[in-house]
């Protein structure tokens, strides 16, 4: 994930005015996947905590803060070495409340008794009421909100920080936990959302193909100029096999940073010894949420990444391979139509659908695909 | 600085030379940050009209016309230095009245000028903003721009940024000078291309005559590297030459790419086609075929049926650095080839790299690209020049590009008049050039490397003589050599002799991983293996130590402030600040550490017992660049290395004090050993950790090397009471 050239920024006006907000503001920030909230929640973590070191950045999974991590490492200031790479910190809301409630009041937060993640907010929020706790951090920057429950929000502006800068999706959230926008809004005392409207992330080749898949909001024409804007192309049959020397010379033709989606964790785990043997220059990783690997795979160092439909959630990559297309479609559901959209909406310059390894596609689930324009089939 | 008695230009011809006046007065331009960040993103600040100019203070503050004041832009107040532009007409505001004058003429008892073209961002010398907040944001908003540094211009705070003199009359004057569309895309071409410019001697040749308009220096320039496309560098078109295969294309691409980037990007496959039919319609018939199969097989690329091939690149090098940029079009993503194929052929990365600036233009290019601000100003005043006949008529302060280069110890410098312009460190295959032939151990490695890559070099001269051959093989005569077909045994008369210059031109040309010549011994005569004030002891822990410490570390807390992951004890250490004082108390040392502390005390391996310690844990290709401690801690530091065993240089402290390092020194800090510095090499001596992926060991009286996994270093100091706080 590069900086944006000025040119970049200036033709999304809704990006600029998240990006200009006064650094010492509450800031709400909503809009569609692909329109750049993560870059901009980054950015604005930096720039508020260069002034205000104890600013603090929190993010709903783990593979999101790394990836945080690595987009803050790559800012000009930390190029010289010794310096803080993000003068802030980083954490996920679950450890960072943890402690943070550990250290106010002496004992574990409680937790439902089905879900040993899920936090009792309301419960917490009452003890903490007793006793003297005030905010202690001066900002406070939260990415994909509306994965976090109502009662985090009220945690966060009573005894994080009174100065909040939320980025939220109304639209993406996979998680049965979901807070609308006014929800957050009210819990967390925020102005009213930035709606970011425009598609920032992919070309309009792999937007239009998005948008077939799309039950819901929608952003807008994407907006992002490109030298390498392809239509999205359909294999309709591949082996294992014609799919590792694809991916491989692909990366090692357009290079960058590649994404192959898979449904099975299985197919992931077979993929990748051919894909190491082809490519011993390149890193080449499989990411699963049970592997826990996330600090050691650089998922913006070129290279290939495998991982699953719901660790792609949040990533980016250069070209994005979509496996196993058969398991993926017909979409009969909202929910299914849903995660298409989002896993196409992963890919920045190229996308390739492919059915296969071990399967076609129905005649049902081709049929329902887009023509040609938008979605070209090629034969490997 | 260069001499100003050049002939200038005006509008009505020219004029007698004249002195340049001394001293200028200082120009101010209040505009807020968005036109700030776009002008310096291109170079220039453009009028806010097409065709008009703009009014600029002297003795007066300006604001710009269309200024807004609404939603959270910020008020940036520019000062300019008038004497890097060049001495155009000017109307000038004296007494309430616009009046024409010379800008040279221009006194500080001026109310203001009207400037009648874009204003150069070189010629941006500081600026002001209204508030601290404000100063912080746009900085902060430069930073996450690629193609904007404010780095080198001074941001300061004041108040007055938002006053304006509104009593200036309305100026309605036409603008003189237009930047041509095309400006961009030369300025590209010519940033990337010094750039990545080949460092070796005769690629130096090219450049430096693709630079000058001299045809026939450039075209012996281009033949000695056998790259001839090159005699019409994308900043010198000329009338077309369609001769070869190679000329078509280069054409075809500097057509397809010139002034792309103000149009909407089309896709590579796009861009393909137009290149392809292009070269079809303007090259001769013979290489129609050729054309059409490049184009077939830069498709399979695209469809991620084959890669980019580099077995046959002599018989397409255009072609195939075409391809290059195709694949990888944005030039962030394009210098990726560098990594992924050292061993390309000089001609096609230069060639491709080149082609990169002048599809994205100046603008899309990041600052990492665009070198130095005397190169960024004579580059966008040549690549102005180029573009306009007009402009190229006028008369900069620094006179028109004059690029020359030359060697010096490790680098090429390249400069322009008295200046230097740009250094760059010579690698393994310009090094060859520097290397004394003479000498038996660099033409043994010259041997070796022509030997290894399959090289003809050896030259044996026959005269008037018939020589014996054999075997079932065809020998055949061809342009340039004779061309064996199967197998062929000749049987020569004398020993052959390996022929340097031959080995020179192919090191320019041909690909491959060229390894560097045998560097001077001199160096290594000296005792340079002496690092005064280092202690080492191997196996200072024993291997349930190194255990039981490392699940120790592992169950703590690591902070994520730095690239690498660090714990720290005793007291916390500012990497900012570079120091610590009495509010970073963490408290006394936790019993693993504060056991270790004492053993080093107790060995006598330093003076006193330390009471901080950080634990770094570096992963594969993680470094620390070179530095020496904070003066915060006492003499004696002491490294334990745990888990593997990686190379630390030591720098040993430059002869004059400048900021050069000398040669360094490499040590292997094995697993469970520790290193202590003292006295030099802890003060004057810098350490560092090289970023790589591997580190070498010696097995069996054989190098070989170690792929790295995860390093943890324990460094235990004695802090010293910060001054005037330990009497409080």
Known sequence: ?380 | MVEQTELSYDEGGFQQPRPMEAAFPQLNLTVDHRRLFRALGDGWLRPLEVGAGQVVGVRRLVRESKHPTSGHRIAVRLFLDASKLPDLDTLVSRNGQWKPVRLRDVCSEDDAIHWSSAIPTFAICAVAVPSIEERDRLIGMSNALSNVDLSDIQVTVADTVNEYESTIPLCEAKGQLMIPVRQDSIYGALTMALWAVPRIDPWMDVLQASMAAEPSRLAEATDAVDAPWWRVPPWRPQADRQDTLADSLWLAAMDTFQGNCDEEPSPPRGMLVRIADRALQNGGAEFKDAIADWRDATARIFATEATVKLQDWWKNPVGVAIQLVLTRPEPGRFKTWFKDMPSLPPGIAWSAATLCGLLNGYRRLSTDFRGGALQRELLSIEALSVCSPQAAKMHWPKGRLNLRWRREAAVFVLSHGAQDLARKTRQARGKWYGADFGKAEVCRAARGVAEKLNWSCVKVSIEDRKIPVSGTGKLEMRSGGLEVLGKVDIFVPERGTFDVETFRRLIALERANVPAPPEAKALAELPNDVIPGLTYEPDFLDEEDEQRLVEWIDKQAWSSALRRRVQHYGWRYDYKARGVDSSMRLGELPAPLAELAQRLYDRGLVPQVPDQAIVNEYEANQGITPHADAPSFADGIATISLLESWEMNFHPPSKGGGGRMGNKVPRLLERRSVAVLQGEARWKWKHEIVKRKSDPYVDRGKRRRRDRNRRISLTFRKVRPPAGQASR
Not at chain 1, 39 to 45: E, G, I, P, T
Not at chain 1, 93 to 111: G, I
Not at chain 1, 164 to 191: C, G, H, W, Y
Not at chain 1, 230 to 246: K, N, Y
């Open chain 1, 1 to 380: 994930m590069r900086l944006p050239t000025w040119e970049d920024l200036e033709s999304v006006d809704e990006q600029l005015d998240v990006l200009e907000w006064p650094l010492d503001e509450a800031l709400f920030v909503a809009g569609p996947p692909g329109s750049g909230k993560t870059v901009l929640a980054v950015r604005r973590a930096q720039m508020v905590a260069e002034s205000e070191p104890d600013a603090v950045m929190l993010t709903y999974n783990r593979m999101l803060r790394r990836l945080m991590k690595l987009l803050s490492e790559q800012s000009r200031m930390a190029q010289a070495d010794e310096t803080p790479a993000f003068p802030g910190s980083i954490a996920t809301v679950q450890s960072y409340v943890w402690r943070d409630y550990l250290e106010r009041t002496r004992s574990k937060p409680p937790t439902s008794p089905d879900d040993p993640f899920a936090y009792i907010w309301s419960e917490m929020l009452h003890i903490l009421e007793q006793g003297e706790n005030a905010p202690n951090r001066s900002h406070l920057i939260v990415d994909e909100g509306q994965d976090l429950a109502e009662g985090f929000f009220e945690y966060a502006s009573h005894y994080i920080s009174e100065t909040m800068s939320v980025f939220a999706d109304d639209d993406q959230a996979l998680a049965n936990q979901r807070t609308t926008l006014e929800q957050i809004k009210r819990a967390a005392n925020l102005p009213d959302p930035i709606i970011l409207t425009q598609n920032h992330r992919n070309t309009p080749q792999i937007a239009s193909l998005a948008e077939h898949f799309h039950a819901g909001r929608l952003p807008a024409a994407a907006v992002r100029r490109s030298f390498s804007g392809e239509v999205p192309r359909l294999v309709e049959h591949a082996s294992l096999d014609t799919i590792a020397h694809r991916v491989s010379n692909s990366m090692q033709t357009q290079g960058g940073s590649i994404g192959v989606v898979v449904d099975q964790n299985e197919t992931g785990k077979l993929l990748l010894h051919p894909l190491r043997e082809q490519l011993p220059q390149h890193r080449v990783e499989f990411y699963t949420n049970s592997l826990r690997n996330e600090d050691q795979i650089n998922v913006l160092e070129d290279g290939v990444t495998v991982l699953n439909k719901e660790s792609v959630k949040g990533q980016e990559f250069d070209t994005v391979f979509i496996l196993e297309l058969h398991r993926f479609l017909p979409c009969t559901t909202d929910s299914e139509k849903r995660g298409m959209y989002m896993m196409c909406s992963r890919a920045r310059d190229n996308l390739w659908l492919i059915a296969g390894p071990n399967g076609r596609l129905t005649k049902g689930a081709s049929d329902a695909l887009p023509g040609p324009k938008i979605l070209e089939p090629v034969r490997w």
